[in-house]
């Protein structure tokens, strides 16, 4: 599904790489979590997959189902399968929620050559995906994420993420901000969203989320670059002992 | 309109006698504008847009082809009540078809109020532009007051059923004068819509007089299909409790100045003054100038103007508060931004507070700026093509004007208008 090879990434206003010689390989169905400390590079490498401008690639491969998506701009990858859960989903008000989530459906339908949804089509789907999100009408139809909760906003985010179907999740920090209540009920709906055709990347500070959403895979990754790799197992570890004890391990 | 009917309007117009309070108008009209002449470029509200701008009769040149004779046959209905002004000439079926259906209100044209001496105008016409003319000097208006023989007199005694659009259409390139007065009688409402289109420029006069506990709602479409410049006045005299209402949209290319004047001579009066311009090229200059007067107690006012800009597009905002030390608890707000989408493209403010009381609450505020690049990311994240994504930024710009139409059949054509003028 996506295969990261040797990626070095830089900020543009930054001369130096952020990313430095990244590789990862997810297969159809697997759930990988990265986890790291502060300024490892994990919402950099979210950013750089997603082809946020500012993020340049100065070295390595990044393959979507054996294709390169370098070339692609945000919204051509997000056609081709990749959503990103923000960690701040972004206010903007004066756009509804529902006619953007319309619009973002049925532009990537558009680009992929298939139907679009008439309101009608789109409501009734809109309303049965929702429903297992505990969003309510009154939610679709103020101002995108304005004045929402911190849940709420996470719980559109995984909404959107039910709405377009994509074949690579990536939740960049997607705990941050939810009590427990809101975790279980987002992680919830990741979970339900699970399939053996759909990848996921969850990138995360604490083990806490994956005691709710069970990763096949834990990396840790520092400056950069992942320094180890394991299963389930992986996160307990880093919980209990932090990260300095990985790096001091590594540098040894 | 047929010619034959154009034509015997202007003979009607040349053969009636007008009264002497009319012609004393006009003549101290085309007196004070002797004294005052026209704006010169240094003059302080005309620094930013230079006069000549409205002053050419020339065409600018605008882009686009099979431009609709007229408003009305793009709109998808018409509207119930309608008057119709085609080169500037009041379509007299349009007029008698109004008369007919608007039983709350008396309507008659400028002409035929003009020459009636005992109109209930003879008290009222010019009063409203003599107050606006003591915060600075208007000679458009004053060429207008000198110069006009068409516009409608309307004297809203009840309420309206629906609002009353006035469209303007033609094809002919010259100065149109239009003048209308409006009076609205306690706890009566009255909304109306304008549309303007066509070849003409426009110098277009209206005084409003409300009296106390009633309420003028007024939206002024400047549409993509305006040709030439545009120079509206809109003199408003508020008494106790009256509530105003006043949405600008200005779609055209040409140069667009609204001088908007309200008057808050009553207690407690509530007023709000919205406009939005998209502007496309460097033909294009919207010019908003506003004065509110607050000269009694406990009146609020709120002004709230958004601009898009792109290829050298210009808009101007004047926004001025007045406070007179009698108008104690005032509450008065203003508000600009402006969207640039080019280095190209001016947005020139100049916000004015004027305050001689000492319990008001007064505040305003200005922004510019480009599209915000985290929010372009976020809609390109979910598939959605740059050019639809800035366009939905754009709108979204524009959303907190449109949102204060509170005509919604209107509110959805000015949404589609929008979208198809950002195409």
Redesign the interface.
């Given at each position: 599904m996506l295969v990261i090879k040797d990626l070095k990434v830089k900020i543009s206003e930054v001369d130096k790489d952020i990313i430095q010689g990244f590789n990862l390989k997810i297969n159809s169905g697997e759930v990988h979590a990265i986890m790291g400390p502060n300024g490892s590079g994990k919402s950099t490498l979210s950013h750089a997959i997603c082809g946020k401008e500012g993020y340049e690639i100065t070295g390595g491969n990044i393959n979507l189902e054996g294709r390169s998506i370098l070339d692609l701009e945000p919204q051509d990858r997000a056609t081709k399968g990749i959503f990103l859960a923000f960690q701040y989903p972004l206010e903007i008000p004066g756009v509804g929620n529902l006619s953007f989530m319309r619009t973002a459906l049925n532009s990537q339908k558009k680009a992929r050559q298939e139907k679009e949804l008439n309101p009608a089509e789109f409501l009734k789907l809109v309303k049965e995906k929702a429903s297992h999100l505990s969003v309510d009408m009154e939610m679709l139809k103020r101002p995108l994420n304005v004045g929402f909760s911190g849940g709420e906003k996470k719980r559109n985010e995984i909404l959107q993420m039910a709405l377009l179907e994509p074949k690579l999740c990536i939740l960049d920090e997607t705990d941050s901000g939810l009590d427990v209540d809101a975790m279980r009920q987002v992680s919830q709906g990741v979970n339900a969203l699970r399939s053996p055709n759909r990848s996921f990347l969850i990138i995360t500070h604490y083990q806490r989320l994956l005691n709710h959403i069970k990763p096949d895979y834990v990396h840790i990754m520092v400056s950069g670059r992942i320094i180890k790799t394991g299963g389930p197992d992986l996160a307990l570890q880093v919980e209990e002992k932090g990260y300095g004890h990985l790096i001091a391990n590594q540098k040894n | 309109m047929k010619n034959q009917e154009k034509h015997s309007i202007n003979k009607l117009d040349n053969s009636r006698k007008r009264s002497k309070w009319a012609l004393n108008y006009q003549k101290q009209c085309q007196e004070d504008l002797k004294k005052v002449g026209m704006p010169s470029r240094n003059a302080e509200y005309w620094k930013f847009a230079s006069p000549n701008l409205w002053e050419n009769t020339g065409l600018i040149p605008v882009s686009g082809k099979n431009f609709p004779k007229n408003d009305t046959q793009y709109l998808e209905n018409k509207p119930e009540y309608y008057v119709e002004f085609v080169d500037g000439i009041i379509d007299p079926v349009t007029l008698q078809n109004l008369k007919k259906k608007l039983k709350e209100c008396e309507i008659s044209n400028f002409e035929e109020s003009v020459c009636d001496q005992f109109h209930w105008a003879n008290k009222l016409l010019g009063k409203a532009e003599t107050k606006a003319r003591k915060s600075y000097e208007r000679p458009f208006a004053l060429l207008n007051g000198g110069g006009s023989s068409q516009g409608i007199f309307l004297n809203c005694k009840e309420s309206p059923r629906k609002p009353i659009h006035i469209f303007y259409s033609g094809e002919i390139e010259e100065k149109v004068n239009i003048r209308h007065l409006l009076k609205i009688n306690c706890n009566a409402e009255l909304h109306i819509i304008e549309h303007f289109s066509g070849n003409a420029n426009y110098n277009v006069v209206t005084e409003g007089f409300l009296d106390s506990t009633s309420i003028l709602n007024h939206n002024r479409l400047v549409s993509r299909f305006l040709r030439n410049s545009i120079i509206t006045h809109f003199f408003i005299n508020c008494m106790e409790s009256s509530v105003v209402k006043t949405i600008g949209i200005t779609l055209n290319n040409g140069a667009v100045r609204n001088e908007t004047f309200l008057n808050l001579e009553g207690s407690q009066c509530d007023v709000t003054l919205a406009g939005l311009g998209v502007g496309r090229n460097q033909s294009s200059i919207c010019d908003n100038s506003v004065f509110v007067a607050h000269l009694e107690n406990s009146c609020k006012s709120r002004q709230i103007i958004k601009n898009v800009l792109t290829q050298g597009a210009k808009a101007v905002f004047q926004g001025k508060i007045y406070v007179d030390p009698k108008a104690q608890k005032t509450d008065g707000y203003q508000m600009s931004n402006g969207l640039i989408l080019d280095e190209k493209s001016n947005f020139l403010v100049k916000p004015e507070l004027e305050i001689y009381a000492d319990d008001v609450i007064c505040s305003h505020g200005s922004t510019s700026g480009s599209l915000n690049?985290?929010?372009l990311?976020?809609?390109?994240?979910?598939?959605?093509?740059?050019n639809?994504?800035r366009k939905?930024?754009v709108?979204?710009?524009?959303?907190?004007v449109i949102e204060e139409i509170s005509d919604l059949e209107f509110s959805k054509f000015v949404r589609k208008e929008i979208q198809d003028t950002l195409i």
């Open positions: - | 690049m985290e929010h990311f976020y809609l390109k994240s979910r598939g959605i093509s740059t639809e994504a939905i930024l709108e979204a710009f524009l959303e907190e």
